[in-house]
């Protein structure tokens, strides 16, 4: 049994329609596989799709404060995608 597929480092551009501005978060991880105290662990079944994020539009920066990660719907062809973590 295999441990799939590892994203060790992410971040995020948000795009502000209201303003036209592009924020860029800071990494989400450090790049290491090792490092326990870096890891973010997200458990997806099937392939990963995708990613949503909601903002908060009232607040002074907009930022995400959910994010959802999509996985192929089982037995699909990649054209129905389902939330599985968030």
């Given amino acids: ?9 992410l971040s995020f551009k948000i795009y502000d ?7 860029t978060t800071e ?3 450090y ?5 326990h105290e870096t890891r973010k662990d997200i458990l997806a079944r099937g392939w990963f799709v995708g ?7 009232n607040a002074s920066e907009v930022g995400l404060n959910q994010i ?3 996985t192929e719907a089982p037995g ?3 054209t129905k995608a ?4 968030s």
Avoid: E
Avoid at 1 to 9: A, E, H, N, S
Avoid at 51 to 57: D, H, I, R, S
């Fill in 51 to 57: 990613l949503a994020g909601k903002a908060n539009n």
């Fill in 31 to 35: 790049g290491d596989y090792f490092k």
């Fill in 68 to 70: 959802t990660f999509y």
């Fill in 1 to 9: 049994m295999g441990w799939g597929d590892q994203i060790v480092k």
């Fill in 27 to 29: 990494n989400f991880g």
């Fill in 76 to 78: 699909g062809d990649g």
């Fill in 17 to 23: 329609s209201t303003t036209g501005t592009i924020r």
């Fill in 82 to 85: 389902t939330p599985m973590a």
